[in-house]
């Protein structure tokens, strides 16, 4: 696609359940990174994909937080039994290789826990 | 750990002003450096990439600078319009022992008025 695609744009949900949220590459990116904006605070690092595998999840703040890669395209990051902490901006980043290259960021995904 | 500094926090200038963002690092180990800008509720957009081995990249009305050693990197923005307004920032990418994520600073936020 012509820039990196993030869907839902705005998810707002109860305490205690799972939320997916999906992005979708620049086609050929091979790098992908998800990064989390909490209101008021810095872009917090999640996970790192290059290809399929991710050689980097150190960012993942709780075993409530997944993320895997198919088809070294669209990756899912998964929470599991949101809290309220949770709330925040996710943005996904996509890059053309995973050292020097330049990082194209998607619009994110707003997720609101009540 | 790396850190990254932005400072100011915020500035207002006249428009037409010409005017400097500064970015500072704590580990001189990186591989670039890249300035984005967020608009309120979007994403980042990318501005520059300057790699570790160049001094400056420029951008018609934008001008990055990176001085490695000193852990510093500058943004000049000529001519300022009021469509500037956003916010600015800085993300540097370690050479070892970071992955391939960027660390971020926690911008300024920048207001060109009429």
């Known amino acids: 696609g012509a820039g990196v695609s993030q869907s839902p744009s705005n998810k707002v949900t109860e305490k205690g359940k799972d939320v997916e949220l999906r992005c979708d590459p620049i086609s050929g990116h091979t790098a992908l990174y998800w990064y989390r904006q909490s209101l008021g605070q810095g872009l917090e690092f999640l996970i790192y994909f290059q290809g399929n595998s991710a050689p980097d999840k150190s960012g993942l703040p709780s075993d409530r937080f997944s993320a895997e890669r198919t088809g070294g395209s669209v990756s899912t990051l998964t929470i599991q039994r949101t809290q309220q902490e949770d709330s925040a901006v996710y943005l996904c980043?996509?890059?053309?290789?995973?050292?020097?290259?330049?990082?194209?960021f998607g619009e994110g995904s707003r997720l609101t826990v009540l | 750990k790396q850190e990254v500094t932005q400072i100011p926090a915020a500035l207002s200038v006249p428009e037409g002003e010409n005017l400097v963002l500064n970015c500072s690092f704590t580990d001189s180990a990186i591989y670039n450096l890249q300035w984005f800008r967020q608009d309120p509720g979007k994403g980042l957009t990318s501005l520059l990439l300057?790699?570790?081995?160049?001094r400056e990249q420029t951008s018609g009305r934008l001008n990055a600078s990176l001085d490695k050693s000193s852990g510093r990197s500058t943004l000049y923005i000529a001519a300022s319009q009021p469509g500037d307004s956003a916010t600015y920032l800085c993300a540097v990418k370690r050479v070892t022992g970071g992955g391939n994520k960027l660390t971020f600073g926690t911008g300024t936020q920048l207001k060109v008025e009429l």
């Open positions: 300057i790699q570790s081995s160049q």
């Open positions: 980043a996509s890059s053309l290789q995973g050292a020097g290259g330049e990082l194209f």
